[in-house]
């Protein structure tokens, strides 16, 4: 494993919108003795599939998992996450933004915003807006499962690719598996936001069908988790 090297992961059909997302990538900051690579994996027969494939094709210690129709707008990416990565090595990964609990149906917004922690820019057809969330107070608030748009990992631990074969809750998965593994998962301070989510009209066909595989496996989990922490936080 290589210390010294970050390298991003999407998964991609679309080359324009690939491209525009490396160019963002290639105006960020690059840490002294660091190096920076992309894989972009084209036909993927789902998320988890294509990001396992990324990640054992890297030696790169540090991951950023993203979709590409994300821009990182912080030049200060790099150094940020490694500063918190190294302050912090309980910390497995972080996002933009991610749900402190989860809704009784297993849904990450189904009774509202309220459960959410952290901040983006959006970009939505013909309406742009700035997406803050609960803000988050420290260097980090812990969360039980990020948004996929962008997830940064200093550790590698295997996408569920047996359970989840399609484009959803991939992200809510995989972050419980690191919190299983024994790291943390959190959202970042940020003064404004590090990313701008071009996300035009999302496709939710297989949404519902994955929720129901999530709460299968993960809703014991999500009940407990609940319990400890929905008394610190009010809708």
Known sequence: MN?????????????????ECQIYIEQLLVPENYTVE???????????????????????????????????INPGFLND??????????????????????A??????SDGLWRRTGELLADCIFDH??????KVEGDYAEVIALDGLLMA????????????KGW?????????????????VVVPHMDVPWCLHD???????????????FVKEYGEFCREWNQKHEGNHAS
Not at 10 to 18: I, L, P, R
């Open 3 to 19: 210390s010294h090297k970050i390298c991003f992961i999407m998964c991609s059909n679309d080359e324009f919108q690939a491209r």
């Open 38 to 72: 992309v894989l972009v994996v084209n036909g993927a027969e789902s998320m988890t599939d294509g990001y396992n494939e990324a990640m054992n094709a890297s030696d790169a210690k540090y991951k950023v998992y993203l979709h590409h129709d994300v821009m990182i």
């Open 81 to 102: 996450m490694l500063v918190l990565f190294k302050k912090y090595p309980e910390v497995g990964m972080f996002g933009m933004a991610g749900n402190e609990t989860v």
């Open 104 to 109: 009784e149906d297993g849904g990450m917004w």
């Open 129 to 134: 807006s700035y997406s803050l969330f609960k």
């Open 153 to 164: 990992t200093q550790y590698d631990v295997p996408w569920r690719g047996d359970l989840f």
């Open 168 to 184: 959803d809750y991939y992200d809510a998965s995989q972050s419980i598996e690191f919190w299983k593994a024994g790291y943390k």
């Open 199 to 213: 996300n035009d009209v999302l496709n939710i066909a297989g949404y519902d069908t994955w929720k129901k595989v």
